[in-house]
């Protein structure tokens, strides 16, 4: 594949230090060489969300425009896992917003039938939305503020760290734990109905 050339040991400097560096000089071309390496593997997260190849290439560079101003303002210390959660992100994002857009036809005089003015909400993503939040409720205090700042607000576990007050551990904990939860609960629901 042409797009992605995989320069397996093309960093002769630490990640740490290109990172520093990135975020002292906003070098362009530091972050280049950072991103490269990971770039097969963003695409190959790119492609199994997406399943097409051309999206996948776009996101590739979409998540690339991102990291400009964003590695300037967090500090990261492990690239790797802070790259595939900012990946999944995006792509989980753009799936969302692709999922809203609702098309309709302007030929055979679509607009005037009354069924496309009075669209449907789809019940059962709305349900499932409904029983998440009363499942969020259920979670003790610290996990319900780790996985709203790490998954809704999409912080960093420094970032959250920072804004909780909590030790990193415990963040990861929190946030770990309250996943688990949450999915029990959901299951829970998912049986009672």
Partial sequence: MKFIKNKSGHLNVSEAELLLEYRRTGDLEVLGKLYSGYMPLVYGLCLKYFKDEELSKDAVMQIFEQLIPKL?????????????????????????????????????????????????????????????????????????????????????????????GFDMNKVKSYIQNGKRNLKICMERNDRSE
Avoid at 78 to 94: G, H, V
Avoid at 97 to 121: C, K, Q, T, W
Avoid at 138 to 162: H, S
């Fill in 72 to 164: 300037r303002q967090h500090e990261v210390s492990n690239f790797k896992s802070w790259l595939y959660t900012l990946a999944r992100n995006y792509c989980l994002m753009a799936l969302r917003a692709s999922s809203r857009h609702v098309f309709v036809s302007l030929e055979n005089g679509d607009m005037e039938r009354p069924e496309v003015v009075h669209l449907n909400i789809d019940s059962t993503n709305e349900s499932q939305l409904s029983a998440m939040e009363k499942c969020m409720e259920t979670l003790p205090t610290e996990q319900r503020r780790a996985i709203d700042l790490f998954y809704l607000q999409q912080k960093c576990y420094k970032e959250v760290a920072d804004i909780t």
